[in-house]
């Protein structure tokens, strides 16, 4: 079952090798608590063998997966509209767009049935406390992207539909996922979207509008990958 198959991914990820001085890697998975939400969550929405398309964003950050294992989900949209109770209490932003997504496309159980949210490195980084994504140092990227090429198809023979991705960051994820791609051939075609944490925080006054985008273009990958 595809549950089980992404338990033991995210159960057995090892620590990046040579992350220069100064980042620090966050692993929620080697935490009892953060892995039995983990459970509970891909065993309510992934306990079949159906293919998926998938949706890759940077890397987690510390109030969604970094605390609670999901990507793109903290604790109150765990509890609210995945019905999985937690004693956990943050807010992200790109959780918060992401669920506005998902409840107009039919809520979670519909939503999930069909895509898989991760990350391009499913482990995040911090430094001096504050989230990092992979590209903002030029040192860090270089030393993540083997562990991106490696996890990114391990992901993908979990039971990912390889005709279309669909990459969270248009911007240098994007770049640095079509780069991958032309040297490993994951996927036939990457679809980019704007990042939901750019969509809140700078874009928000469009935020219908950006909805309609996400909505409309995960509709159109969706068909063609069934």
């Known amino acids: ?46 306990h079949d063998n159906e293919v998926r398309t998938g949706l890759f964003g940077i890397n987690p950050g510390r109030h969604g997966a970094g605390l609670t294992g999901i990507p793109f989900t903290d604790p109150k949209r765990l509890r609210d509209h995945c019905g999985i109770d937690n004693i956990l209490s943050s807010h992200e932003p790109s959780s918060e767009f992401v669920y506005m997504v998902i409840d107009r496309m039919g809520g979670p159980a519909e939503f999930y049935k069909r895509f898989f949210i991760s990350s391009l490195s499913p482990l995040g980084f911090t430094a001096e406390g504050k989230n990092l994504n992979y590209y903002d140092r030029p040192d860090l ?69 950006y909805l309609d985008i996400w909505v409309r273009t995960l509709e159109d990958v969706g068909s063609q990958n069934m």
């Open 1 to 46: 079952m595809l549950d089980k198959r992404i338990i033991d991914f995210l159960s057995k990820l090892p620590l990046p090798k040579g992350i220069p001085a100064g980042v620090e890697v966050m692993h929620p998975y080697t935490d009892t608590g953060v892995m039995r939400l983990v459970r509970d969550f891909y065993t309510k929405f992934y």
């Open 141 to 209: 990227q270089k030393a993540i992207e083997p562990y991106i090429a490696i996890t990114l198809e391990q992901q993908i023979q979990l039971g990912l539909h390889t005709q279309t991705a669909v990459i969270l960051g248009a911007g240098k994820n994007l770049k640095f996922i079509e780069r991958l791609n032309e040297q490993k051939s994951y996927f036939g075609r990457i679809v980019g979207l704007p990042h939901p944490r750019f969509i809140i925080q700078y874009k928000r006054r469009f935020l219908d509008d």
